[in-house]
C-alpha cells in the first residue's frame, strides 16, 4: 500500500471514529445515559479497582507470546499507519506535528465521556445472560470478547490476549448474580469492573501521550 493511500485511509478512520465518539458522548447526554453513567460512577469502589493492575499483568503476559507468532501480529489500523487502537487516533501520519498529541486528547475525553455506555454495551453482548450457559458457552463468549476486537484494528494477538479481561468481567458478572440473583445488576457489576479497567488503560495511554508531548 502506498504511502499517500495509507495516509488518506489512515485520516478517513480518525474521522469516523471522532463521528461515532461524538454520537457516543450526545447519546450518554440523553437521560437514559446520564442515568446509566450516575449507576456505574457513583458506585465504583474499591473492589472493582485493585484486581485491574493484575488483570491488565494477565493479558500482557498473554499477550507477548502471541506476538512472537508473526500472523498474530498484524492489525488492518497498524497497517495503515497507526499506533495502537484506532479509538485512541494515534497514527504515523500525524508524526511530528501538535494532532500528533492533540487527537489522541480529544479521543480520549470523548471515550471517558461514555465509558460507562461503551462498556454496558459490550457487557450486555458478552456476559448478560451468563447465569443459564454452559461452561463451554462461557468460553467461548470469552474469546469472542477478545477476538471482536480485532475488527476494530487491534493486532490479533493482543486481541485475543484481551480474552483474559472478558473471564475476569465473566467472574464478576457469575459472583453478582450469586449474590444479587438478578441478570441486571450482575451486568451492572461487571459493568462497573470494566469500566474502572478501561478507565485505568486510558490514564495510562493519555499520561504517555502527555509525556511524548513534553520530552
Known amino acids: 500500500m502506498s504511502g499517500r493511500l495509507s495516509n488518506v485511509l489512515s485520516v478517513f478512520v480518525m474521522a469516523v471514529v471522532g ?3 461524538v454520537q457516543a458522548v450526545t447519546l450518554s447526554r440523553t437521560d437514559g445515559g446520564r442515568s446509566l453513567s450516575r449507576e456505574v460512577w457513583t458506585r465504583i469502589r474499591w473492589r472493582h479497582i485493585w484486581p485491574v493492575p493484575f488483570v491488565l499483568g494477565g493479558v500482557l503476559l498473554v499477550a507477548i507470546p ?10 488492518w489500523w497498524s497497517a495503515l499507519g ?5 479509538i485512541f487516533g494515534s497514527s504515523s501520519t500525524t508524526s511530528g506535528t501538535p494532532w ?12 471517558v465521556l461514555a465509558l460507562p455506555l461503551f462498556a454496558n454495551a459490550e457487557e ?13 458457552r462461557r468460553v467461548l463468549k470469552v474469546v469472542q470478547f477478545g477476538a471482536i476486537h480485532a475488527l476494530i484494528g487491534i493486532p490479533i494477538g493482543v486481541a485475543l490476549a484481551l480474552s ?25 457489576e461487571s459493568t462497573r469492573a470494566h469500566t474502572a479497567y478501561n ?6 495511554v493519555a499520561s504517555a501521550v502527555v509525556i511524548a508531548a513534553v520530552a
Request: aromatic share 12%.
Open 19 to 21: 463521528l461515532r465518539l
Open 66 to 75: 502471541l506476538l512472537m507468532v508473526p500472523p498474530l501480529r498484524w492489525g
Open 82 to 86: 497507526g499506533d495502537g487502537n484506532p
Open 100 to 111: 500528533a498529541w492533540l487527537i489522541p486528547l480529544v479521543f480520549m475525553c470523548l471515550v
Open 124 to 136: 450486555r453482548m458478552f456476559r448478560s445472560g451468563a447465569q443459564r450457559w454452559s461452561k463451554r
Open 164 to 188: 483474559v479481561g472478558g473471564a475476569y468481567f465473566m467472574a464478576v458478572y457469575l459472583r453478582a448474580y450469586r449474590v444479587t440473583r438478578s441478570g441486571h445488576e450482575a451486568t451492572l
Open 199 to 204: 478507565a485505568l488503560i486510558i490514564v495510562t
